[in-house]
């Protein structure tokens, strides 16, 4: 039988590497994506993109108020966005609980498609500091999901696949151009404009433009004019 799993899209590189890999894992994916308040709502528009373009089962948005708290520059407009992150240090881009939040959501989605695992792109080497990005993280949410679902309970617990987890973002790239993603239709960037061009100075953009040059090639990333 095809195994199926739910696959969290943000729109950027990372997880569409992510999905492509769930893909190339025989897995009929149903795509999870959120429109939680975000400073930059036009990642989602890349995310509606590479869910068609990459044919899968299904995509659904959904819309979640975490701008309602705040406590994130991506979520607070009053809040600067930072153009570099200090070591040590968790940065203003963290956004409070999300990726418990995420998870938990795709949990109930998968857990009513009777799916075998979640797919997730986080990562622990190439990463802004965040705390629900580490090992020790995605242990514990899979150990709590076991215990908190029928389908753990009846000993088929759902997994929670990482497949990115200790790559760098050299890395992560060279594997998904093997598989075919087309990057230029992802977007990284934490305050991108209206037409989704990135900004080239955030801590994410700087990530990714490490990455492509790191995996030489051509970085295919759309900014703003005022980027040089």
Not at 66 to 85: I, K, R
Not at 164 to 185: H, M
Request: negative net charge; charged residues 20%.
């Amino acid at each position: 039988m095809t195994q199926r799993a739910v696959v969290l899209l943000s729109g950027g590189l990372d997880s569409a590497t992510c999905l492509a890999l769930a893909q190339s894992q025989g897995y009929e994916c149903y795509v999870l994506s959120f429109d939680y308040g975000q400073r930059s709502a036009t990642e989602l528009n890349a995310a509606r993109a590479l869910a068609s373009a990459m044919a899968v089962k299904e995509h659904r948005v959904l819309r979640l108020h975490l701008e309602d708290f705040g406590g994130s520059a991506l979520t607070d407009n009053t809040l600067e966005v930072p153009e570099y992150s200090v070591e040590g240090e968790i940065p203003v881009t963290y956004v409070p609980a999300r990726n418990t939040v995420f998870l938990s959501l795709a949990l109930g989605w998968a857990e009513v498609l009777d799916a075998d695992a979640i797919f997730i792109g986080v990562n622990a080497v190439d990463y802004s500091g965040y705390p629900d990005c580490r090992p020790e993280f995605i242990r514990a949410f899979e150990a709590m999901a076991a215990l908190a679902t029928r389908q753990g309970v009846e000993g088929r617990p759902i997994r929670i696949e990482t497949p990115l987890l200790y790559l760098t973002k050299a890395e992560i790239i060279q594997a998904g151009l093997s598989l075919g993603v087309d990057y230029a239709q992802t977007l990284s960037c934490y305050q991108a404009d209206e037409q989704g061009r990135a900004c080239g100075r955030c801590d994410s953009c700087r990530l990714r433009a490490k990455g492509f040059a790191d995996a030489g090639v051509a970085d295919p990333t759309r900014y703003q004019s005022s980027v040089n």
